[in-house]
Structure formats: C-alpha cells, structure tokens
C-alpha cells in the first residue's frame, strides 16, 4: 500500500482480510499481542457498546472523542501515580 492516500471505503472485503493476514504474518510476536488486544477492544467492548464501526454514517466528533479519552488516560496515569507514592 505504501503512503498513497487512499479510500478505505473503496477497499473489498477480500482484499481487507489478505492485507490484515498479510501484517499480521509480517508483525512480531509482541505486535501480534498489541493488535490483539485492540481487535478485541474493537469487537468486544466498541461493537456491543456502539454497534459496528460505519464509517460513512458515524456522526461522532472523533477530535471530541480522542480529548475526553486522554483526559481520562492524565486522570488514570495521575492517580496510579498517587497511589504508589501514597504506597510507599
């Protein structure tokens, strides 16, 4: 695929699959593992949450989403924080 930019809604499924296998195939063990845990947070809590991904009618401000996620992510690192320095 490269850099080219191109429309991901233009892709077919079968060619989608073969990709996937194929970067699957290519990752390392530890890669493998990290994209796992994100297919299974896609499909087990994204899908049962909000229903399958359709990226022509999702009306989601997915900038909105990503900054209520890292405020979340700040709130979770500090407080693990505070809670070792408060452990020792």
């Known amino acids: 695929m490269g850099t080219e930019k ?3 809604r233009d892709l077919s499924e079968t060619y989608v699959l073969e990709e996937l ?3 699957i195939d290519e ?9 796992l845990y994100l297919a299974r ?3 087990d809590l ?3 949450t909000y ?9 989601r401000d997915w900038l909105r989403e990503v900054n209520q996620e890292l405020g979340d992510a700040v709130f979770y ?3 693990a924080a505070l ?6």
């Open 6 to 8: 191109l429309d991901v």
């Open 27 to 35: 990752a390392e063990s530890d890669e493998r593992r990290v994209l």
């Open 21 to 23: 296998f194929t970067l």
């Open 83 to 88: 809670k070792r320095e408060v452990g020792k």
């Open 46 to 48: 994204g899908q049962k």
């Open 41 to 43: 947070r896609i499909v």
């Open 51 to 59: 229903g399958p991904i359709d990226i022509e009618s999702d009306q």
């Open 77 to 79: 690192v500090a407080m």
